[in-house]
């Protein structure tokens, strides 16, 4: 297994595992990939920080399976940043994320979302909730 992870790995990976979800409130943004390759998923979080977490078997012959998802906005631009024009499956959900991102505000403490309602313009909030609908158009699309 290679020791580092390349931003061409990652985005074929994130076009194959990845996931970007906006609340329905548009106030908080995820982003993760699941894999049951645990040293895979520890290389993620080495490389963009975030968290892992073991997922439910729901049957006994299913591998054990993980997902690492990070929710801040640091976090989310260097990810976005190095998949950003190398994805090629996940493009809407890129853009969509990199729309969420460019509402949040620089807060700190624990708004670290940026979805204090009083913070944000009306503008940002439009930009979120086409972000939303963008992203759930996708998904439709794809059933």
């Given at each position: 297994m290679a020791k580092k992870l390349t931003s061409d790995?990652?985005?074929?990976?994130?076009?194959?595992?990845?996931?970007?979800?906006?609340?329905?409130?548009?106030?908080?943004?995820?982003?993760?990939?699941?894999?049951?390759?645990?040293?895979?998923?520890?290389?993620?979080?080495?490389?963009?920080?975030?968290?892992?977490?073991?997922?439910?078997?729901?049957?006994?012959?299913?591998?054990?399976?993980?997902?690492?998802?990070?929710?801040?906005k640091h976090l989310f631009i260097k990810f976005l940043?190095?998949?950003?024009?190398?994805?090629?499956?996940?493009?809407?959900?890129?853009?969509?994320?990199?729309?969420?991102?460019?509402?949040?505000?620089?807060?700190?403490?624990?708004?670290?979302?940026?979805?204090?309602?009083?913070?944000?313009?009306?503008?940002?909030?439009?930009?979120?909730?086409?972000?939303?609908?963008?992203?759930?158009?996708f998904n439709r699309k794809r059933r």
């Open positions: 790995y990652v985005a074929g990976l994130f076009d194959g595992e990845g996931h970007v979800t906006i609340d329905k409130n548009c106030k908080g943004l995820q982003i993760g990939i699941t894999n049951t390759n645990l040293n895979i998923i520890k290389m993620l979080k080495k490389k963009y920080g975030g968290r892992i977490m073991e997922l439910k078997r729901y049957f006994k012959n299913h591998s054990k399976t993980w997902q690492w998802v990070i929710s801040r940043d190095d998949i950003d024009m190398k994805v090629i499956i996940k493009i809407p959900q890129v853009f969509a994320a990199e729309c969420f991102v460019s509402t949040m505000l620089d807060c700190g403490g624990n708004r670290r979302y940026g979805h204090a309602k009083e913070l944000l313009s009306e503008i940002n909030w439009k930009v979120r909730r086409e972000a939303l609908e963008n992203l759930r158009k």
